[in-house]
Structures are given as structure tokens and as C-alpha cells.
């Protein structure tokens, strides 16, 4: 590894070592959305080392996210928030790949849409495109880390397809609610759990929130879990197991 690479993340590495910043280094993740939770997602990678990453959204920059989404500024109104996170990310670390596509992710595009990668993360805000994402985890296999935020109150877990329940047996159905209310500091936590949980997996550091849905509620500032389980007969991950 170059000096200044070391250097740079000389803090790190006392953690997980060298061989570990080596395993960011060629990690490929794939983050669908750029704003509230995408933000602090996709800087920790960045800043992390992680050698490339793949963000997702097909909007543009309006002046109601720059409450909670902090890689877009107020001279980024109106630009691809594609584009506007990929500048930011760059800047704070130009040794890494950013790709970016603008498109909503879908059902029928979803299999072209996402490439080969280590890692998909869930940034999204509504639970239809969830589904889909989560699909597509479970037949390829590739881990998915879920965040979902609300007002206050948000939640994360880690899937592992073929061991852990899948999304949809947690949250068999979707949510329906166009705009909702959030404090930025919301997906400023769970955003960041979740970094941390893709850190985790790709050095194999740690306990992951694997069969566990972390609840954080900021109103009284306080941390819950639920132990989640497979739903018997999932739609999702039940048939795909039996293939």
C-alpha cells in the first residue's frame, strides 16, 4: 500500500489492518439513493476507502432536502443528485471510483440496472422499490443492508440471503406515503449505522445485524431490537432457497 494511502487511513488499519483496507479497496457497492440516507452512506464508504461505488437516483436536487441530504448544496438546485454526490465523494477522496446511473429502479430494469457488486444498500424512501431491491438480493445472493427512516425514528438490518429472513418476511407488505416528515440528524443515524454495517461485512470485522431489526428513536434517544425470523413459505426467499 502507498505512504500516503497508509497514512490516510492509518487509523483504520490499527483496526482491521492492512490486508482489511485491501478488502475496501476492491469492494464494488451498490447504494440506491443519493439523498437523506445515500448521504452519509456513501461518504463513509468514500472516506473508508471503498474502492468503487455505484450510486442509483434518477431525481434532482430540490430545496426541501437540504434539511437531511448534506452532499447537495444550495448551488446544486436543480442539478442530478447523481451528479452533485459524485463531485462531493471525489473531492473528499479522489483514490476512489464513484459510477453513477440515473434511473429509477424498477422491476423490469432492476436486473440490468444493478451490476455484479459485493454489496447492495438500501437508501431508499419508499418500500415498492425496496421490494424490488430485495428480490433481486435474494436471487443473486448479494447481501443487503436496509435503512428506513420517518420523522424522528428510523430502523436498519442486514440480510444475508440464505441465512438471515429477507425483507420482505420482516415487511410483507409496502407503506404508502408520498411525503413524510424527518429531522436530518434521522438518516444521519441510521445512515451512518448502516456505513458501518458495510464496513463490518466487507472486512468481516464484528457482529452484524443479522436476524435483528435495530429500531433508534431520537425523540428519547434510545436503541431497540426485534429478533426477526423467516416467514415459512416466504414468496421471496422461500422459493428462491428451493431452487
Same mark, same amino acid.
Given at each position: 500500500?502507498?505512504?500516503?494511502?497508509?497514512?490516510?487511513?492509518?487509523?483504520?488499519?490499527?483496526?482491521?489492518?492492512?490486508?482489511?483496507?485491501?478488502?475496501?479497496?476492491?469492494?464494488?457497492?451498490?447504494?440506491?439513493?443519493?439523498?437523506?440516507?445515500?448521504?452519509?452512506?456513501?461518504?463513509?464508504?468514500? @472516506?473508508?476507502?471503498?474502492?468503487? $461505488? #455505484?450510486? !442509483?437516483?434518477?431525481?434532482?436536487?430540490?430545496?426541501?432536502? =437540504? +434539511? *437531511?441530504?448534506?452532499?447537495?448544496?444550495?448551488?446544486?438546485?436543480?442539478?442530478?443528485?447523481?451528479?452533485?454526490?459524485?463531485?462531493?465523494?471525489?473531492?473528499?477522496?479522489?483514490?476512489?471510483?464513484?459510477?453513477?446511473?440515473?434511473?429509477?429502479?424498477?422491476?423490469?430494469?432492476?436486473?440490468?440496472? @444493478?451490476?455484479?457488486?459485493?454489496? $447492495? #444498500?438500501? !437508501?431508499?424512501?419508499?418500500?415498492?422499490?425496496?421490494?424490488? =431491491? +430485495? *428480490?433481486?438480493?435474494?436471487?443473486?445472493?448479494?447481501?443487503?443492508?436496509?435503512?428506513?427512516?420517518?420523522?424522528?425514528?428510523?430502523?436498519?438490518?442486514?440480510?444475508?440471503?440464505?441465512?438471515?429472513?429477507?425483507?420482505?418476511?420482516?415487511?410483507?407488505?409496502?407503506?404508502?406515503?408520498?411525503?413524510?416528515?424527518?429531522?436530518?440528524?434521522?438518516?444521519?443515524?441510521?445512515?451512518?449505522?448502516?456505513?458501518?454495517?458495510?464496513?463490518?461485512?466487507?472486512?468481516?470485522?464484528?457482529?452484524?445485524?443479522?436476524?435483528?431489526?435495530?429500531?433508534?428513536?431520537?425523540?428519547?434517544?434510545?436503541?431497540?431490537?426485534?429478533?426477526?425470523?423467516?416467514?415459512?413459505?416466504?414468496?421471496?426467499?422461500?422459493?428462491?432457497?428451493?431452487?
Amino acid at each position: 500500500m502507498e505512504k500516503i494511502a497508509s497514512e490516510k487511513y492509518i487509523r483504520q488499519i490499527m483496526l482491521f489492518g492492512e490486508e482489511g483496507q485491501e478488502k475496501l479497496r476492491k469492494a464494488r457497492v451498490f447504494v440506491a439513493g443519493a439523498g437523506g440516507l445515500g448521504s452519509p452512506i456513501s461518504t463513509y464508504l468514500a @472516506v473508508a476507502g471503498v474502492g468503487k $461505488i #455505484i450510486i !442509483a437516483d434518477f431525481d434532482t436536487v430540490d430545496p426541501s432536502n =437540504l +434539511n *437531511r441530504q448534506f452532499l447537495h448544496h444550495e448551488r446544486d438546485i436543480g442539478r442530478d443528485k447523481i451528479k452533485s454526490a459524485a463531485d462531493k465523494l471525489l473531492s473528499m477522496n479522489p483514490e476512489i471510483k464513484v459510477e453513477t446511473i440515473k434511473e429509477k429502479i424498477t422491476d423490469e430494469n432492476a436486473g440490468s440496472l @444493478v451490476p455484479p457488486c459485493d454489496l $447492495i #444498500i438500501d !437508501a431508499l424512501d419508499n418500500f415498492d422499490t425496496r421490494h424490488v =431491491l +430485495n *428480490r433481486l438480493a435474494v436471487e443473486r445472493k448479494i447481501p443487503l443492508i436496509h435503512g428506513a427512516v420517518s420523522g424522528y425514528r428510523g430502523q436498519a438490518t442486514t440480510i444475508i440471503p440464505g441465512k438471515t429472513p429477507c425483507l420482505y418476511c420482516i415487511f410483507p407488505s409496502s407503506f404508502k406515503k408520498e411525503v413524510f416528515p424527518v429531522l436530518g440528524t434521522t438518516p444521519g443515524v441510521i445512515g451512518t449505522i448502516q456505513a458501518n454495517e458495510a464496513i463490518k461485512y466487507l472486512t468481516g470485522q464484528g457482529k452484524l445485524l443479522e436476524n435483528r431489526l435495530l429500531l433508534w428513536d431520537g425523540l428519547s434517544c434510545s436503541f431497540s431490537e426485534l429478533n426477526v425470523n423467516k416467514t415459512e413459505n416466504c414468496p421471496v426467499c422461500g422459493i428462491n432457497e428451493k431452487r
